[in-house]
């Protein structure tokens, strides 16, 4: 992990700078490249809000990322151009060889579709299905998904598949989404404030299913939230203000998710 964590701080040095990115070394690939994004969003006449102000960001196989910033730093805006929910009103994203601000919307949907995995604050599960139906409606439209319970019982819900969410606590909800976007095996995992809505103990739950999903089967993770204490698990910490990448901060070690409190 330390000659890993050492080099993903080498290449974040390049990104904060501008400068074009090195070849992969030692396994270690870029998935996800920006360059200068900016998001700009018309609030009136003769009014503009820079949402994102020339952010330069890369992301690698494996990693667990977060980024860290107060409301209105820019951070969900980020998630959401990185997601293929939204586009930039400038700049590149690039995934793998392929140029995301230039593809249509074919091309978006089925890189949202196949590889990226979207878990949000509010667990958005359909109340008239089970757990295990509520992730089949992922499963069914995946190229190569894992099985319902696979998936179920890789965030420790084995034994819960067959209830409703109206019979679930708040964590086993937020557990049964992550199962839903993990289902079809994505390449990138997303996560917007995953904890935001729930206590220090459901919410440890759910960041060990979620460093689960990271080291098992090997997802890029990228977590956002204002909460800087769940940045000590990360392998890299992204700091985000008005817009723009205010710091980079690579851990020396991940700190086990139980160990946190807040």
Wanted: hydrophobic share 45%.
């Amino acid at each position: 992990m330390h000659r890993v964590s050492l080099l993903v701080d080498t290449m974040a040095d390049h990104a904060t700078s501008g400068a074009p990115f090195p070849a992969s070394r030692d396994g270690l690939h870029p998935l996800l490249s920006a360059r200068a994004l900016t998001k700009v969003y018309s609030t009136g006449v003769a009014t503009e809000v820079r949402a994102l102000n020339g952010v330069d960001i890369d992301l690698f196989e494996r990693e667990f990322v977060v980024l860290l910033g107060p409301s209105g730093s820019g951070k969900s805006t980020l998630l959401n151009i990185l997601g293929g929910l939204d586009n930039p009103s400038s700049g590149t994203l690039q995934f793998r060889d392929t140029d995301l601000t230039e593809a249509d919307d074919r091309t978006l949907t089925q890189y949202r579709r196949e590889t990226v995995g979207f878990i949000f604050q509010f667990f958005n599960l359909i109340p008239s299905l089970t757990a295990r139906e509520n992730v089949e409606l992922i499963t069914d439209i995946a190229t190569d998904p894992m099985a319902p319970e696979d998936a179920l019982a890789l965030v420790g819900l084995a034994d819960r598949m067959d209830h409703f969410p109206s019979e679930l606590s708040g964590g086993e909800q937020q557990r049964v989404a992550i199962a839903r976007a993990i289902a079809k095996r994505p390449e990138v995992l997303l996560c917007d404030e995953p904890t935001g809505a729930l206590d220090v103990r459901t919410g440890t739950l759910v960041l060990e299913a979620i460093e689960r999903v990271n080291r098992e089967l090997g997802a890029l993770v990228v977590i956002i939230t204002h909460n800087a204490v769940i940045a000590d698990i990360a392998d890299r910490v992204i700091s985000l203000s008005d817009g723009r990448v205010a710091r980079v901060h690579r851990n020396a070690a991940r700190r086990p998710v139980n160990e946190l409190s807040w």
